[in-house]
């Protein structure tokens, strides 16, 4: 792929669009069905049939060999969870879910964090930050600005509420494949990135941690991504259309 970003046709939009939309309703049907006592998997399962029942499929299912149907992270999992019919949610559990629905030929790719209880002042700092983050990155997502436009204000954010930005894994173009170019990073990097430019579609992801930045992935299921020091993690995810002027958020809201 030598391509530094993919810009996408009026049709692929259209059907872009629908397909965020139905990921974002899948996403957002989630919590309000997930409750403590039940495992992983069963909540992997029922995402398994919301996804069915859009007509469209799990846009993770197989993709590099994933075998869940969403990617559920508790806690210190950071990304990339695996359902697992030995893993019960507890109450005090923060939950990421990451969907990606595929249908008609385009995908839709969203995340949130959630919790079941009021949680304590970390957590809250560390929820709240994650969120404000993607929604500074998002208002940076301007035509004619650069990906590094959205990076900084995601990083601001995340170093304002003092929480640990992942560096190994980054937003990414989305809309006719799961990963497009070009990378989102949250973190500043050398140079401006590519351009923006509208017709672009891109997945702003902030992976933020309330300890340290560090990650390790699972050896066993070569999967899971948590944080080195056990701390919990938050993930959101939008996709956004870039314009001539405000991004459009393509997986906007209800829960966020
Ligand atoms: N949804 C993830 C992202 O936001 C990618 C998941 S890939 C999977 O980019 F294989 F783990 F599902
Ligand atoms: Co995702
Ligand atoms: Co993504």
Known sequence: MSRAQVVHTPDEIVRIRRAARLTAEVRDAIPGLTHPGMTTFDLDQLAGELIRATGGK????????????????????VVHGIGRPDRILLETDIVSIDVGVEIDGALGDTALTFGFVEPDADIARLLKGTKQALMDGIAAARGGNYIRHISAAVEATAKHYRLGVVREYVGHGCGTRLHEPPEVPNFVGYGKGPQ??????????????????RVTTDPHDHWTVRTQDGRPAAHFEHMVLITEKEPEILTWPKTM
């Open 196 to 213: 923006l430019i509208p017709g672009m579609v891109i997945c702003i992801e902030p992976m933020l941690n309330l300890g340290t930045a």
């Open 58 to 77: 799990s846009a993770f299912r197989g993709y590099h060999g994933y075998p869940g149907n969403i990617c559920i992270s508790v806690n210190d999992e």
